[in-house]
């Protein structure tokens, strides 16, 4: 069975979720924005071994440790989907804008589309190509555990912001009313900023998708 621990990192208070397979013990970083040394610690802590990191998509305080912790780990970089290039292209740029510390510009071993799936240990989570908040936006889904690191597509009481680069609200709406609803209103979703909910709370109260 999967298991997770969430960690804030960054000026932004960004999720990091460690997950991992309780039968094989690897392990997976989810958006390693930054404090490295604190995600490498909690990885240290949990005795788990990691293997991989995924990304739901390429903003600074998501993506901007992934590069130097991948060269450090000699670990492959999972995601996001190939519209986030140009996001991924300008993490310098967006470090120095934001005042990070310098982001690693990478190639992702392998690019992620709607439909696809990755592995942890005995473990297989859905991916979807949510696109809005950025144009190559997944998140990743477990049916097993009824969870869905869903990154900056939607929050307890509110959704991504879709004034960015390549960002689309009505495309944004399209892909939590078609991609993410349809798992089902009693899944608990880890969002990139924020409280866990589950979608059905986000159903009934959250004003941008309330009875969608």
Known sequence: MLHYHTTPVTGF????????????????????????DLLKAEVARRGVKLVALWLTHAHIDHAGGTGQLARELGLPIIGPHEGDQFWIDGLPQQSQMFGFPKAE??????????????????????????????????????????????????????IGR????????PQLIDSITQRLWPMGDDTVFIPGHGPESTFGEERRYNPYVKGT
């Open 13 to 36: 208070a960004q999720n990091c979720s460690l997950l991992w397979c309780d039968q094989t013990n690897e392990a997976a970083l989810i958006d390693p924005g930054g404090d490295l």
């Open 105 to 158: 510009p990478f190639t992702p071993t392998r690019w992620l589309h709607d439909g696809d799936s990755v592995t942890l240990g005995q473990s297989t989570l859905n991916v979807r190509h949510c696109p809005g908040h950025t144009p190559g936006h997944v998140v990743f889904h477990s049916p097993d555990i009824q969870r869905c690191f869903v990154g900056d597509v939607l929050f307890a009481g509110s």
């Open 162 to 169: 879709t004034d960015f680069p390549g960002g689309s609200h």
